[in-house]
């Protein structure tokens, strides 16, 4: 937590230094809270642009040699000690996307890997490699937490109050424009209910979130929940050609959830782009990035609009893995409709493979107690363990924990209706990046980034130095909706942080889309100034 007499310290130090005005420039033009997927998206957005020109001080080059003033461009400021977000936090056996490759790569630098789902330390280093391409890695300060926002529309300036880890000091700066890439949950705690006299277990109790080397060779292994983390876990835990290989797995699930296989490998570029195809490698990545989206925003479709279609055909498909294996396909037919919670992908039926193997099974119950050897289920029945893995889920936070305060005035986030799903209600200049439930993150992430950049340059050759989304106008009233901006999906972690996730507004542009085609119109295209930005100078 914010240790509140060190961070009034800092701050009257700041007002001592730089009384506010609106002439004194920020130590910063842009803040980038985080240092994932989409912190790196958009400071190579920004790298893009020319480095040259300002983006909010409209003074002379003359004059700011004269008054000695000068903003930096941007910095990124990470929590953890590298960058990565989710693919440096995770490193759980089998840690994977559950998107291809094509997609999920950024626009700017294509991924051109051949496997569909990229690894966890694949995706790492192609992050990193970007940023190292891109110059960012220099404008990443590591270990600083930023734990408080506030807006003053006196300096029409952001001041962050920011600990770093390294030293255990407080300090403070200024921005222009804060975009938060925070992702959308908890880096230091996950989902993690207490279960009935658990303190009994006298195996280790280890949550993915935590995973630290864990020792699973030759031991029998529980892993509660039936999300893509279990559907991860359990072919890479009984993989008889790793170091380690546990001697028996079982996944211990409340409820079931979709399933569909995928291919390990998409050759589709090579082909395309090979020695007789009359299309460049950027020309087959484009076409085939296509393909992929819309097959993407197909079968999503699909499952809204024919939910019984779908279901019929993810049945039949889980039917067919799992002749001959003895695994009933109940465990694999949910009560709810394809995508009202996410489909878990498996890449070459890698999970089925698992259950056919006999070192794998799939229980379908609810937990009564845990016992000196295991988990005492509800049916009667009990499981062995030696080591009890808790994927029971993720728990949410915005802005990485960090309190928002407009004039002094603390900003309820989960009060707040999301406008394009990248800006907040009456909050000036500040974009939050989410990216999409239904395909890869990175497609929204990309079209964000655009979109703050267009807005951006569109206030610098305005002139404008705030900017905010206001949910009301002369002739028009926003109504707030229940459904959050990750849109309607019912998953367990989104229902339990409703209250904290900003909501989707009855109208564009403040109903979130969940559509590739339609936000690449509205983020990439349609005109920055409408009815409902207002913007000052």
Not at 69 to 95: H, M
Request: with cysteine; proline share 3%.
């Amino acid at each position: 937590m914010l240790n509140m007499t060190t961070a009034k310290q800092a701050f009257k130090k700041r007002l001592k230094a730089k009384p506010y005005s609106s002439d004194v420039p920020a130590d910063y033009e842009v803040l980038i809270i985080g240092a994932g997927i989409a912190g790196i998206s958009m400071a190579c957005h920004l790298q893009q642009q020319s480095s040259q020109k300002s983006l909010f001080d409209s003074k002379s080059i003359k004059q700011k040699k004269r008054l000695k003033l000068n903003s930096q461009r941007f910095l990124i400021v990470e929590k953890r000690e590298d960058l990565g977000g989710t693919w440096d936090l995770f490193t759980y056996p089998g840690i994977r996307s559950d998107s291809d490759a094509l997609t999920f790569g950024y626009s700017f630098r294509p991924w051109l890997d051949h496997k569909m789902l990229a690894k966890g330390a694949d995706i790492k280093s192609y992050i990193a490699d970007t940023a190292r391409e891109f110059k960012v890695v220099e404008h990443i300060r590591y270990q600083h937490e930023v734990q408080q926002l506030s807006w003053s529309s006196d300096s029409q300036q952001w001041t962050a109050m920011i600990k770093n880890h390294a030293t255990g000091e407080v300090l403070s700066l200024t921005a222009n424009f804060v975009v938060g890439a925070t992702g959308y949950y908890d880096y230091e705690t996950g989902y993690r209910p207490h279960f009935k006299n658990e303190e009994n277990f006298k195996g280790e109790i280890v949550h993915p979130q935590h995973w630290q080397n864990t020792q699973y060779d030759d031991k029998k292994v529980v892993v509660i929940g039936s999300g893509a983390t279990a559907m991860t876990l359990i072919p890479a835990l009984v993989d008889e050609s790793s170091k380690q290989c546990a001697r028996h797995v079982t996944m211990l699930q409340r409820s079931p959830t979709y399933v569909a296989s995928v291919p390990g490998d998409d050759h589709a570029l090579d082909l395309l782009s090979g020695k007789f195809s009359p299309l460049s490698k950027s020309q087959a990545y484009t076409l085939l990035r296509t393909r992929n989206v819309m097959f993407q925003q197909g079968v999503y479709r699909v499952a809204i609009y024919a939910p019984k279609v779908m279901k019929a055909l993810l049945n039949h498909k889980v039917r067919k893995e799992l002749k001959g294996s003895g695994v009933d396909v109940a465990h694999f037919k949910p009560a709810y409709n394809p995508w009202e919670e996410r489909l878990c992908a498996v890449p070459d039926s890698d999970l089925f493979q698992a259950l056919h193997s006999k070192r794998a099974e799939v229980v379908t119950d609810s937990i009564s107690q845990f016992t000196s050897t295991g988990i005492a289920l509800a049916s009667g029945k009990h499981l062995d363990a030696d080591i009890i893995i808790t994927a029971t889920g993720l728990k949410l936070q915005m802005l990485g924990g960090a309190a928002l305060y407009v004039d002094g005035e603390p900003i309820d986030v989960g009060a707040r209706m999301t406008y394009k799903a990248v800006m907040l209600e009456n909050v000036p200049n500040m974009a939050i990046m989410f990216g999409y439930t239904n395909a890869s993150w990175t497609l929204k992430i990309d079209l964000a980034c655009h979109y703050v950049l267009r807005l951006l340059s569109y206030m610098n050759k305005e002139g404008y130095k705030t900017v905010c989304a206001q949910a009301e106008t002369e002739h028009e009233q926003v109504k707030m909706q229940a459904d959050t901006v990750l849109g309607a999906l019912s998953a367990g972690y989104v229902s339990r942080a409703k209250d904290e996730l900003p909501k989707q507004g009855d109208r564009y542009p403040w109903r979130v889309n969940n559509n590739y085609v339609t936000d690449r119109i509205m983020l990439k295209y349609r005109k920055i100034k409408d009815e409902w930005l207002q913007f000052s100078r």
